[in-house]
């Protein structure tokens, strides 16, 4: 059974960085493409960047120069660095899993930014 579990969000002042981490297991995790979502209260969840098997990464454009999504196949570890976090960054990052046609979330990690 495929479990994925979210660390690493929390308070940050404006302009601040954090880095989200989302555990892996169940999987065989280097096969597989991994997201981060997020989703802000009123809002619909949207795609924040996604990276392959292979390491090509893809971003919204929001985000672009500011956060980096990386992975450790050895860790089955996928992370989100997130720089010059903004007040409109503020919501629950998920982070996804695609194995053929299932889709797998974590449970969430709060960020929210605020002076």
């Known amino acids: 059974q495929v479990q994925l579990v979210e660390s690493g969000g929390g308070l940050v002042q404006p302009g601040g960085s954090l880095r989200l981490s989302c555990a892996a297991s169940g999987s065989i995790f280097r096969f597989y493409g991994m997201g981060w979502y997020r989703q802000a209260p009123g809002k619909t969840r949207e795609l924040v960047a996604t990276?392959?098997?292979?390491?090509?990464?893809n971003y919204a454009d929001s985000v672009k120069g500011r956060f980096t999504i990386t992975r450790d196949n050895a860790k089955t570890t996928v992370y989100l660095q997130m720089n010059s976090l903004k007040v409109e960054d503020t919501a629950v990052y998920y982070c996804n899993q695609e194995i053929g046609q299932n889709d797998y979330w974590g449970q969430g990690t709060q960020v929210t930014v605020s002076s």
């Open positions: 990276i392959t098997n292979t390491r090509s990464t």
